[in-house]
């Protein structure tokens, strides 16, 4: 199927391919952007050894992009598809793949261009991810059937979304969409109930507010500095829809298409209100990254933009 939405964005990240990895991951840790890849690679690789201790597994990365966390779980030892309908993507994949991975398999068998909707992979799958997706998606269920169909039941999928709960306590023009639409009252609701989607309790904040304190004093040589970035990031084109999400929401998504919603785990956390990240985004993306841990906990639901949902697979 194709539509306006999906030409947009298959333009978008063709044309940023060849800049994605240095966006997304702030390889030289300039901050200048929040490093959103880097990110959700360290939770990814958390969340397989939570809830895979000690194993190698087949893996779909769906949206695979650059392919950098495919290639990193790579590393890791594990066995990683990537699926990309941008082809300069793919093409970055298979070269690096290849550079680095030889031995292991074709560059193009590992990494595909194809819809995530409707695709094919050989033999059955651990588990998947799909970072940076589903909000560009028009369709829930489509995607994650075809995630389904290739995984045995207990597999894994992680799948990220833009967290709407954020909404209700950001204070800007998000909140006053929700306000304007008579939607901010259910989203409160909501987060009065956000305490059974985290894998750690609310007893836990305290000290991991400490640690993430210790981290942040670390952080203040970016406070003396007032340099704006040159990269302002990627810039989404106006036709693009971002869609947003709820745990509960994505409970019942996930119900619909036989997956069982485990926890979820916030990042791009706002330690301070958003109207702060503008004049000095160095050190605000700094204390983001210092205070992640707090995003496997329900404070998470009231700081974080996005939130990574992790899913099992039951039984067919």
């Known amino acids: 199927m194709t539509s306006q939405q999906k030409d947009l964005v298959r333009t ?7 800049r994605w990895t240095d966006w997304a991951y702030d390889p030289d840790e ?11 690679l360290a939770i990814i690789r958390k969340e397989l050894a939570r809830m ?30 990537g699926l990309d309908f941008a082809p300069n993507m793919i093409d970055i994949c298979r070269q690096r793949f290849a550079q680095t991975y030889s031995d292991r398999g074709k560059a193009d068998e590992r990494f595909r261009v194809a819809d995530v909707e409707d695709f094919t992979l050989p033999g059955r799958f651990d588990g998947g991810f799909a970072v940076g997706l589903l909000e560009y998606l028009e ?7 075809a995630m389904g169909k290739h995984m045995a039941p207990g597999g894994l999928l992680m ?13 800007n023009r998000f909140t006053v969409g929700e306000a304007d639409a008579g939607e901010l009252q259910g989203l409160t609701v909501e987060l009065a109930d956000v305490a059974r989607f985290s894998p750690r309790p609310e007893s836990d904040i305290p000290a991991l507010m400490a640690e993430a304190s210790a981290r942040m004093a670390s952080t203040q040589p970016f406070a003396a500095d007032a340099t704006q970035p040159s990269d302002p990031g990627i810039q989404f084109p106006s036709g693009v829809t971002r869609r947003m999400f709820t745990p509960a929401e994505m409970e019942r998504i ?32 700094a204390l983001s990254m210092a205070a992640q841990p707090l995003g496997e906990t329900p404070a998470g639901a009231y700081l974080g933009t996005c939130f990574l949902s992790v899913l099992e697979k039951l039984p067919d």
């Open 12 to 18: 978008l990240f063709s044309q940023e391919a060849a």
């Open 30 to 40: 300039s901050f200048d952007v929040y490093p959103t890849g880097k990110a959700r």
């Open 52 to 81: 895979k201790p000690g194993r190698a597994l087949r893996l779909i990365d769906a949206g695979c992009g650059s392919g950098d966390i495919s290639l990193a779980l790579e590393g890791d030892g594990h066995e990683v598809y």
């Open 139 to 145: 369709r829930d269920q489509p995607f994650l059937a």
């Open 159 to 171: 799948v990220e979304c833009r967290n709407r709960l954020f909404n209700a306590v950001s204070g």
């Open 254 to 285: 996930a119900a619909e298409a036989g997956f069982s919603l485990r926890h979820v785990i916030y990042y791009h956390l706002h330690i301070l209100p958003t109207r702060f990240e503008k004049p000095f985004p160095r050190y605000y993306n």
